[in-house]
């Protein structure tokens, strides 16, 4: 299988370590293209891989097309590559907004696409991608897609109309969360804690608690419950976050990035 990117971002790269990190593909089985050579240096100098400029001969080469480019720059990229993406190539869009029936316009044939959306913990390992395919993905093909995003996390597939909520739900929560790992390294250092022991017992306490959640298959008010003894310092924390409104100041920040995710 040879896999090709038109970009070389924090995303594609992330992509990268992943993929050659759980040995999904070789390293010379991997073709990035970059307008700017810095970028494709790096990429090179990193992973091993090859590199090009020309971001047609990285479509003209791939079995699987990830396109990870800005969304203002999606319609540019695609120019350049309409013609040489072969019919039988999975073509992975990361740019968020731009639906599948767009990039079918865009591409003005039918192929098989796939609209994603991925998130920044992909960075760690961590992250989490919605999967989006048309009528054309074949089960190979996305057991494929699931594979190469796999190697950087969890994956769902859904439904295109869920796509701006998997926007306020997982592409954006990232920010909430680190809002919140930063609130509680304040109030540990208010308490009298170094700023970075502050951070690493809030960041940890954070990915643990998500670990578990994941792990023990409990619903998240049971797990809850597991901490708040009758009495205790966890349930009288609870009563100040319920009464400063947290859960609905959560949903109310989530249903507005949903919102906008819509109106873009």
Not at 208 to 236: F, Q, Y
Request: glycine share 8%; proline share 5%; aromatic share 6%.
């Amino acid at each position: 299988m040879k896999v090709g990117f038109i970009g070389c971002g924090n995303m594609a790269k992330a992509l990268i370590g992943g993929i050659l990190k759980k040995k999904l593909v070789k390293p010379e089985d991997i073709l990035a293209s970059d307008k700017s050579s810095e970028a494709r240096n790096l990429a090179e100098e990193t992973y091993a891989i090859r590199v090009t400029e020309d971001n047609a001969q990285a479509a003209r080469e791939a079995d699987y097309l990830i396109l990870a480019v800005k969304p203002q720059f999606l319609a540019e990229a695609v120019a350049e590559i309409r013609e040489a993406v072969r019919e039988e190539t999975v073509i992975l869009s990361l740019a968020p907004g731009k639906t599948l029936a767009w990039l079918e316009e865009q591409f003005g044939r039918p192929l098989h696409l796939v609209r994603t959306m991925p998130n920044t913990p992909a960075l760690a390992g961590e992250g989490m991608t919605a999967l989006c395919p048309n009528d054309a993905v074949t089960a190979k093909d996305r057991a494929g897609a699931e594979m190469l995003f796999g190697s950087v996390g969890r994956t769902e597939f859904v439904p295109e109309r869920l796509m701006d909520t998997v926007t306020g739900v997982s592409g954006s929560s990232p920010a909430y969360v680190f809002m919140f790992i930063e609130a509680l390294a304040d109030a540990a250092v208010e308490g009298g804690m170094p700023r970075n022991q502050a951070y690493a017992f809030a960041a940890q306490s954070v990915f643990g608690s998500a670990k578990l959640a994941l792990e023990s298959g409990k619903h998240p008010a049971e797990l809850k419950d597991m901490v708040c003894s009758p009495g205790g310092t966890t349930i009288e924390a609870v009563r100040v976050l319920e009464k400063n409104g947290f859960r609905s100041a959560v949903i109310e920040a989530t249903a507005a990035c949903i919102e906008k995710s819509r109106s873009m």
